[in-house]
C-alpha cells in the first residue's frame, strides 16, 4: 500500500515570504495531522482533520498558517508570512481512526524541511 | 493539555547491552501510550504501543512497561544492535482520541 506523500521535500526561502505544502494521506484514512517539529525536537500537532473538518487546531499560529483538506482526502499546510522560526520539518500523519478498527497507529510522511533565512 | 518528558536526551549503549528510556505525562486521563522510532533524515515509524489496561507488552527484543500510578512508561530494548541506532519519541494521547503528544525524544546511539 501508498504510503502518505508529501512536497515538496524541501524549501528554502526568505522571512516574510509564503509557502505551501502538500500531503497525500493514505488511501481510506480519515483523519489527517500535520505536525512541526524543530530540530532536536519531538512533533507537535499544529492540526488535525476528520474527514474535511478540523478538529483542533488550537495549536496552529492563524495569524500567519492556514491549512485546509478539501474533498476530505489530499491537505495543504500554509505559512505567510514566514518567519525564521518557521524554520522545521512539517510531517504530516494520517490514521484509519474506523470504530473499531482504530488501531490509534499514526502514518508519516518524509517529512517537508524549511529554512527559512 | 497533556505534558510529556522524556529523559534521557542522549544514551550510548555498547552493542549487546540493554538501553532504557522513560517518560512521563501529566493528564491521568491519558490511555494509549505509543513509541515511534526515527532514523536520521526519515519519517517516525510505530515500534510499539501500550494501552492503559496493560502493564507490560513485548514483542522480541522490545518491551514497554506502564505504571498508570505514577504517570510513567519505559521502553525497553534488550540485546541492542547498530541498527537500534536512531531517535525514539515516547508519545501519550487522552480518552476518545489519538492526538499524540510526544516527548522530545532520545538519541539512541549503539556502539559496535
Known amino acids: 500500500e501508498a504510503g502518505v506523500a508529501q512536497s515538496p521535500r524541501y524549501k528554502i526561502i526568505e522571512k516574510r515570504q509564503s509557502v505551501a505544502f502538500w500531503c497525500n494521506p493514505i488511501?481510506?484514512?480519515?483523519?489527517l495531522y500535520w505536525y512541526q517539529q524543530i530540530l532536536g525536537q519531538g512533533p507537535k500537532l499544529l492540526i488535525q482533520?476528520?474527514?474535511?473538518?478540523?478538529?483542533?487546531d488550537s495549536q496552529l499560529p492563524k495569524d500567519r498558517f492556514s491549512a485546509e483538506r478539501l474533498k476530505g482526502v489530499d491537505s495543504t499546510l500554509k505559512i505567510q508570512p514566514a518567519k525564521l522560526e518557521d524554520s522545521a520539518v512539517y510531517l504530516c500523519?494520517?490514521?484509519?481512526?474506523?470504530?473499531?478498527?482504530?488501531?490509534?497507529?499514526?502514518?508519516f510522511g518524509e517529512g517537508s524541511r524549511l529554512t527559512v533565512l | 493539555g497533556e505534558n510529556v518528558e522524556q529523559h534521557p536526551s542522549t544514551l550510548s549503549v555498547q552493542e549487546g547491552d540493554s538501553a532504557v528510556i522513560k517518560c512521563t505525562y501529566s493528564?491521568?486521563?491519558?490511555?494509549?501510550f505509543p513509541w515511534y522510532k526515527q532514523e536520521l533524515g526519515k519519517r517516525p515509524q510505530l515500534i510499539i504501543d501500550?494501552?492503559?489496561?496493560?502493564g507490560e507488552k513485548k514483542d522480541q527484543r522490545i518491551a514497554v512497561t506502564l505504571n498508570k500510578t505514577a504517570k510513567h512508561f519505559s521502553l525497553h530494548i534488550t540485546e541492542t544492535q547498530p541498527e537500534d541506532s536512531a531517535v525514539y519519541f515516547c508519545?501519550?494521547?487522552?480518552?476518545?482520541?489519538?492526538?499524540?503528544?510526544f516527548g522530545k525524544g532520545t538519541k539512541l546511539s549503539v556502539i559496535p
Open positions: 482533520f476528520q474527514n474535511n473538518g478540523v478538529v483542533d
Open positions: 501500550i494501552r492503559s489496561n496493560v
Open positions: 493528564d491521568s486521563a491519558s490511555n494509549y
Open positions: 488511501s481510506g484514512h480519515a483523519t
Open positions: 508519545a501519550a494521547s487522552g480518552a476518545g482520541s489519538y492526538q499524540l503528544t
Open positions: 500523519a494520517s490514521s484509519l481512526e474506523l470504530g473499531l478498527l482504530n488501531t490509534g497507529e499514526l502514518f
